[in-house]
T-cell receptor, first 114, second 113 residues
């Protein structure tokens, strides 16, 4: 009964490669997010989607491209991976947009770029 | 702009001891305040939240937090820590003027048996 699930859990790849991370939520929420957690555990929002529409697009390199085929899914595609992309990427969802709605997080995807 | 500070990077307590984790925020109006916990290898889980009303809020796992407007603080407390409480704790702030929460840098809690 996983509420927010993301795959893969671990991703090891070489510089220059392209990779994708997938996320699905079964909570019936309207809003989904991608967060990046760096090696110091600092969390920063990257994108949010509300019912398939892009709402938040932080200052993220355009090598990162989110895609939401429906409101239960939000994928993240990364082109031309760089060493600095190594981090843990979390998918999250909430009932609606805005900062009042608590976030439900997946267990993260640890991306290592070598 | 809103911001959150957690003055303690790392705290170590003995099992059974009381715990207080500090959180200070900057926001012009009444904020939305949250505490999340991240166990090793896991995502973040909401412990409790404050929007308005009673300034002492109860959460899951025996945690509580108190909103003090005069001190711009929202400290997390637990009267008796269990070894399973060892984790990373994040304070977060939002508000009506903002479309996203801002997370603090986190406090890492270690528990000595």
């Amino acid at each position: 009964d996983t509420a927010v699930s993301q795959t893969p859990k671990y991703l090891v790849t070489q510089m220059g490669n392209d990779k994708s991370i997938k996320c699905e939520q079964n909570l019936g929420h309207d809003t989904m997010y991608w967060y990046k957690q760096d090696s110091k555990k600092f969390l920063k929002i990257m994108f949010s989607y509300n019912n398939k529409e892009l709402i938040i697009n932080e200052t993220v390199p355009n090598r990162f491209s989110p895609k939401s085929p429906d409101k239960a899914h939000l994928n993240l595609h990364i082109n031309s991976l760089e060493l600095g992309d190594s981090a843990v990427y979390f998918c999250a969802s909430s009932t609606r947009t805005g900062s009042a709605s608590p976030l439900h997080f997946g267990n993260g995807t640890r991306l290592t770029v070598t | 702009a809103q911001s959150v500070t957690q003055p303690d990077i790392h705290i170590t307590v003995s099992e059974g001891a009381s715990l207080e984790l500090r959180c200070n925020y900057s926001y012009g109006a009444t904020p939305y305040l949250f505490w999340y916990v991240q166990s090793p290898g896991q995502g973040l889980q909401l412990l409790l939240k404050y929007f308005s009303g009673d300034t002492l809020v109860q959460g899951i796992k025996g945690f509580e937090a108190e909103f003090k407007r005069s001190q711009s603080s929202f400290n997390l407390r637990k009267p008796s820590v269990h070894w399973s409480d060892a984790a990373e704790y994040f304070c977060a702030v939002g508000g009506t003027s903002y479309d996203k929460v801002i997370f603090g840098p986190g406090t890492s809690l270690s528990v000595i048996p």
